[in-house]
Structure formats: structure tokens, C-alpha cells
């Protein structure tokens, strides 16, 4: 299944894109989406398990489930107000 | 109501979304660019966000402070793209029948605002850039808070 990447702020700046496609097994987590991410763009961050991830627009932990055409956005730390 | 723009923002435009006849107290929180941030000169700032998920996620923060205090008229406008010192980022406008609950509503916007909100924003300072709340932005935080040494003559 394929699914989309949003990168954000530092993020982006890091990996030199807005926005990717990855490639997945059906039933990816979003666990095994980072880990196929960061092997290719090592530099976005070099602590997977403090990545804060939402999938269509929620806030969803590594442990849940994608499906074909998600988007997944990493969030690094807020600033907003 | 929730506004997120790259538009000046302005307080009493935001104030009389909330205002009512049965509301006794209107509190307006503004959240201005500082020219200061650990020692570092800060020439502008550049804010941008997640949409429509940094949308929702303001809807969320209504809702929690319309079941922690019902009876609550709530408008936040955000703004994003490029903010010289002194501009207002951030508008939140609170209108109540009393006032006590409309000044812990507000600082509870805020708060939550700033926990989950995905707004980032840039500081370009005298020196460089970062972006706030990355390691970076940590570490230079830390050299200026760092423990300093003292010389006896």
C-alpha cells in the first residue's frame, strides 16, 4: 500500500522535503512506516521513540495501523501562541 | 470560532466575536513577539502550521473548555507567515457571565494551545536561525543558562 509523508519545520528543513510516498506492506504500523522513513532520510531525527506522529489529522501512537492513501505527518515540538 | 491566518489579527475584531449581553466579563489574552529569547537578539519570526489538523485540534480546545465551563463564548485567531517584533501572533478571547471562570479558561486555552496545537515557529535572531522547541533550539538555551565559572582573584 502506498501512504504519504508531511514533514514540518525542522523536520523538513532536515530532509529536504515537504512531502513523500512510501511503500508498505498491508497492515503497517506506523512503527514499521518510520523505521522504512529514517532509513532513507537519516536525517529527520535520530530518535524514532520521540517522534510524535498523527495520521489523517489525529494524533495516533507508533503502534497504529495504516492504510492505503494515509497521511501520516511527523510533528516535531509545538511552538504555537 | 477559530481563525488561522497569515492576515494581521486584530483584538477588538476578536473580543466582539465573544461579546454577549449576558456575558459580565470579557477577557482578551494577546501573544506578542518579543525582541529577546535567552540572550539572543531576535530579528522576526516566521510561524507555520498544519492545516486542517492545527484547525481541529483548535475546535478541540473549545470544546474542552465548554464542558470544563459551559456557558463560555471562545474565539482564538492565530497568525502565520512572517511577524516583526511587536506583531500578535495569537488572540484568544474569552466571553463569560463572570469574570473568574473567564480568566481560567483563557490561561487553560493557551496552555493547550501551546501543548498541541501543530504551529511551529522560526526565530531568525542576530547570528542565526532555529526553530523553537527543536534539540538546537534546547542546546543554545543551555549554553546560556549552563553553569558559569567564577574567578577569585
Known amino acids: 500500500m502506498k501512504i504519504n509523508i508531511k514533514l514540518f519545520a525542522s523536520y523538513r528543513e532536515n530532509a529536504g522535503v515537504n ?60 511552538s504555537g501562541g | 470560532m477559530i481563525e488561522i491566518t497569515t492576515d494581521v489579527i486584530y483584538p477588538d475584531s476578536v473580543a466582539s466575536k465573544v461579546a454577549n449581553a449576558s456575558h459580565g466579563a470579557v477577557v482578551t489574552f494577546l501573544g506578542t513577539t518579543r525582541n529577546t529569547t535567552a540572550d539572543r537578539k531576535v ?18 480546545i473549545i470544546r474542552e473548555i465548554n464542558l470544563k465551563w459551559p456557558g463560555m463564548k471562545i474565539a482564538i ?17 474569552i466571553g463569560s457571565p463572570h469574570r473568574a471562570n473567564a480568566f481560567s479558561a483563557c490561561s487553560y486555552a493557551i496552555d493547550r494551545i501551546k501543548q498541541i496545537v501543530p504551529i511551529w515557529k522560526k526565530e531568525f535572531f542576530e547570528g542565526g536561525e532555529v526553530w523553537v522547541g527543536s534539540q538546537e533550539d534546547m542546546s543554545l538555551k543551555h549554553s546560556k543558562d549552563g553553569p558559569t565559572t567564577i574567578t577569585i582573584p
Not at chain 1, 51 to 71: I, K, M, P, R, S
Not at chain 2, 43 to 48: A, K, N
Open chain 1, 19 to 78: 512531502t513523500l510516498a512510501l511503500n508498505l506492506p498491508s497492515h503497517a504500523t506506523v512503527s514499521t512506516a518510520l523505521d522504512t522513513l529514517l532509513q532513507k532520510h537519516t536525517a529527520i531525527s535520530s530518535d524514532k521513540e520521540k517522534l510524535v506522529t498523527a495520521v489523517n489529522g489525529e494524533y495516533q501512537d507508533h503502534e497504529f495501523e495504516l492504510h492505503d492513501g494515509d497521511e501520516l505527518a511527523l510533528i516535531p515540538p509545538v
Open chain 2, 43 to 60: 530579528l522576526y519570526l516566521e510561524y507555520e502550521a498544519y492545516r486542517p489538523m492545527a484547525d481541529n485540534q483548535l475546535e478541540l
Open chain 2, 77 to 93: 485567531s492565530h497568525r502565520l507567515g512572517h511577524l516583526d517584533i511587536g506583531d500578535i501572533s495569537l488572540i484568544v478571547a
